[in-house]
T-cell receptor
Framework: DGGITQSPKYLFRKEGQNVTLSCEQN?????MYWYRQDPGQGLRLIYY???????QKGDIAEGYSVSREKKESFPLTVTSAQKNPTAFYLC?????????????????FGQGTRLTVV | AQSVTQLDSQVPVFEEAPVELRCNYS??????LFWYVQYPNQGLQLLLK??????LVKGINGFEAEFNKSQTSFHLRKPSVHISDTAEYFCAVSDALGDFGNEKLTFGTGTRLTIIP
């Protein structure tokens, strides 16, 4: 079955350490996204990529980095510069292309990674 | 740039009662609108979406939403809720310009729906 896989589901990090969250999709989608979710704040966009080897900063990119070396993979690194990294992180993907979207085009989300700094 | 407002952070409803979750958006261009549901510690699942055409959109699990351009609203409704509808619901918007998928989604802050037995 096609979908998005995020790993690990739970992650603990010591202060001052970098940590990388994995996101893999087998939907053949061009666009991939990373969101951060905090209670009462909804989802905020960290980074997004619409094509391999290219990505753009979202609304809260400071303290994060990404890479897009393969179409299927969009890992997110939470660096020590991120002041408040404890949150629920969601990865998403969707197809892109000219014209109106079809009824089948939508953003698909992974199951999320809960990162806790200890 | 767009924005989304979900006025109610929490909505308690008795089982089998109707529910409406409110969503208003702001945008200077045409938009696509979405409602997602999130169960605890899980990702988001699409409930329904408005892309074009009929303003009344039907989704999964008996939910529907109506796009009202003059009021810039996209409220979510269900005529009779079930315990299993307890979850967080997010409204989202993207610009309907250019190639689909090139405009990122902007989410509201979410509404937590609690069904009371």
């Amino acid at each position: 079955d096609g979908g998005i896989t995020q790993s690990p589901k739970y992650l603990f990090r010591k202060e001052g350490q970098n940590v990388t969250l994995s996101c893999e999709q087998n939907l053949n989608h061009d666009a991939m996204y990373w969101y951060r979710q905090d209670p009462g704040q909804g989802l905020r966009l960290i980074y997004y990529s619409q094509i391999v080897n290219d990505f753009q900063k979202g609304d809260i990119a400071e303290g994060y980095s990404v890479s897009r070396e393969k179409k299927e993979s969009f890992p997110l690194t939470v660096t020590s510069a991120q002041k408040n990294p404890t949150a629920f992180y969601l990865c998403a993907s969707n197809p892109t292309g000219p014209g109106l979207p079809t009824p089948d085009t939508e953003a698909f989300f992974g199951q999320g990674t809960r990162l806790t700094v200890v | 740039a767009q924005s989304v407002t979900q006025l109610d952070s929490q909505v308690p409803v008795f089982e089998e009662a109707p529910v409406e979750l409110r969503c208003n958006y702001s945008s200077s261009v045409s938009v696509y609108l979405f409602w997602y549901v999130q169960y605890p510690n899980q990702g988001l699942q699409l409930l329904l979406k408005y892309l074009s055409g009929s303003t009344l959109v039907k989704g999964i699990n008996g939910f529907e939403a109506e796009f009202n351009k003059s009021q810039t609203s996209f409220h979510l409704r269900k005529p009779s809720v079930h315990i299993s509808d307890t979850a967080e619901y997010f409204c989202a918007v993207s610009d309907a310009l250019g190639d689909f998928g090139n405009e990122k989604l902007t989410f509201g802050t979410g509404t937590r729906l609690t069904i009371i037995p």
